[in-house]
C-alpha cells in the first residue's frame, strides 16, 4: 500500500522559534496533501490543504503566517510552526492523496512540545 | 455541511466479545465512508472504506461495515474482539473525488477487557 512518511516524529523546541515538519509519499506521487492536528483524545482537526505547485488552503481559524506550508513537489509538503508557543504543543498529522480517489494516506504523526 | 457523529466516546467490552461502533453522518450528495484505527500516538491506518456496491463492506483485521441509507448509518462491527484491537476509532465522511477533504467523527476509544 501507500506510504507515507513524516520527519521528525517528534520534536521539543524552546517558545519563539520555528519548527519544521516534513511530509513525504514514498512510494507514489501525491497531487494533495492534507495537514492536520490532534489534540489529547481528541478528534483530528483539518488545518489546510496542499496541493502541487499551489498556495495551501486554510481552513477558518488556522493563522497561515504562523503555520506555513509548502508542497514544492509531489512527494514532499512541508509545515514550518513559526515562533510557535505552548499552546502550538500538539499532534500534527499529515495524509496524502494519490489521485485515484480521494482516499487519504496518513503519516505516523510528528509531536511538537514546546516549552 | 457535512458532518460525522460517533455517539459513543468510549466502549469496553471483554476479549472474545462482539463489537458494533456507531457512526451516523450528514451528507448533501453520495458520501464516501472510511472508518480508521488509531493507536497511541501512531497515525491513521485505514480499516474499510464504501462508495458504492455491496453496502456490507469488509476490511482488514477481521472488521466489516454495513452502510445503511435510510438511517445515514456506517456502523462498524467485528465478531470477536482480541486485546490488540484496544485503540481509537474514527469514522470519517467525504465526497468521491480526488484531493477532496474528510470530515472526521469525534472518535470512539475502544478498551478490552481480558
Known amino acids: 500500500g501507500a506510504v507515507v512518511s513524516q520527519h521528525p516524529s517528534w520534536v521539543i523546541c524552546k517558545s519563539g522559534t520555528s519548527v519544521k515538519i516534513e511530509c513525504r509519499s514514498l512510494?507514489?506521487?501525491?497531487?494533495?496533501m492534507f495537514w492536520y492536528r490532534q489534540f489529547p483524545k481528541q478528534s483530528l482537526m483539518l488545518m489546510a490543504t496542499s496541493n502541487e505547485g499551489s498556495k495551501a488552503t486554510y481552513e477558518q481559524g488556522v493563522e497561515k503566517d504562523k503555520f506555513l506550508i509548502n508542497h514544492a513537489s509531489l512527494t514532499l509538503s512541508t509545515l514550518t510552526v513559526t515562533s510557535a508557543h505552548p499552546e502550538d504543543s500538539s499532534f500534527y498529522i499529515c495524509?496524502?492523496?494519490?489521485?485515484?480517489?480521494?482516499?487519504?494516506?496518513f503519516g505516523p504523526g510528528t509531536r511538537l512540545t514546546v516549552l | 455541511a457535512q458532518s460525522v457523529t460517533q455517539p459513543d466516546i468510549h466502549i469496553t467490552v471483554s476479549e472474545g466479545a462482539s463489537l458494533e461502533l456507531r457512526c451516523n453522518y450528514s451528507?448533501?450528495?453520495?458520501?464516501?465512508l472510511f472508518w480508521y484505527v488509531q493507536s497511541p500516538g501512531q497515525g491513521l491506518q485505514l480499516l474499510l472504506k464504501?462508495?458504492?456496491?455491496?453496502?456490507l463492506v469488509q476490511g482488514i483485521k477481521g472488521f466489516e461495515a454495513e452502510f445503511k441509507r435510510s438511517q445515514s448509518s456506517f456502523n462498524l462491527r467485528k465478531p470477536s474482539v482480541h486485546w490488540s484491537d484496544a485503540a481509537e476509532y474514527f469514522c470519517a465522511v467525504g465526497p468521491f473525488g480526488a484531493g477532496n477533504m474528510l470530515t472526521f467523527g469525534g472518535g470512539t476509544r475502544l478498551m478490552v477487557k481480558p
Open positions: 495524509s496524502a492523496t494519490s489521485g485515484n480517489d480521494n482516499e487519504q494516506f
Open positions: 464504501y462508495f458504492s456496491g455491496d453496502t
Open positions: 512510494d507514489f506521487q501525491a497531487t494533495t
Open positions: 451528507y448533501g450528495a453520495t458520501p464516501y
